[in-house]
Nanobody, 124 residues
Framework: QVQLVESGGGLVQAGGSLRLSCAAS????????MGWFRQAPGKEREFVAA????????AHADSVKGRFTISRDDAKNTVYLQMNSLKPEDTAVYYC?????????????????WGQGTQVTVSS
C-alpha cells in the first residue's frame, strides 16, 4: 500500500509558475513508477507526466511539453511537477499517481494508487 499526499497547488496568474509535490508513504517508493494526471471541470482525467522507477525515463503530455517537468527524489519519497508558463487551460485538479507498472502503462491507464488531488487555478 502507498499513500500519496499532494501539495503546492494554488492560484497563479497566466505565465506564472508552481511546483507541485507528492509525498509517498512506505519504504518501497523507489519501486514505483510515478505520475501526474489532471482533471478539469467537465472533462475526463488526463495524463500529464510520468517518471520511471530509476528516474531515467520521463514522459510528458504534448500539451505541457517544454513547460512542465517531472522529477523525483527517492531519499525524500517525493515526486515533483515543476509547472512554468502556466496557461488558463492548465486549470484543473492535479492528482499524483503511483504504480508498479511500466511507464507506458501508466500513461495509458494510470497506476494503482492515487492521491486526493490539489487544485491549480490559472487566471488570465
Amino acid at each position: 500500500q502507498v499513500q500519496l499526499v499532494e501539495s503546492g497547488g494554488g492560484l497563479v496568474q497566466a505565465g506564472g509558475s508552481l511546483r507541485l509535490s507528492c509525498a509517498a508513504s512506505g519504504r518501497t517508493f523507489s519501486s514505483y513508477t510515478m505520475g501526474w494526471f489532471r482533471q478539469a471541470p467537465g472533462k475526463e482525467r488526463e495524463f500529464v507526466a510520468a517518471i520511471s522507477r530509476s528516474g531515467g525515463i520521463k514522459a510528458h503530455a504534448d500539451s505541457v511539453k517544454g513547460r512542465f517537468t517531472i522529477s523525483r527524489d527517492d531519499a525524500k519519497n517525493t515526486v515533483y511537477l515543476q509547472m512554468n508558463s502556466l496557461k488558463p487551460e492548465d486549470t484543473a485538479v492535479y492528482y499524483c499517481n503511483a504504480g508498479a507498472v511500466a511507464i507506458g502503462t501508466m500513461m495509458r491507464n494510470g497506476g494503482d494508487y492515487w492521491g486526493q488531488g490539489t487544485q491549480v487555478t490559472v487566471s488570465s
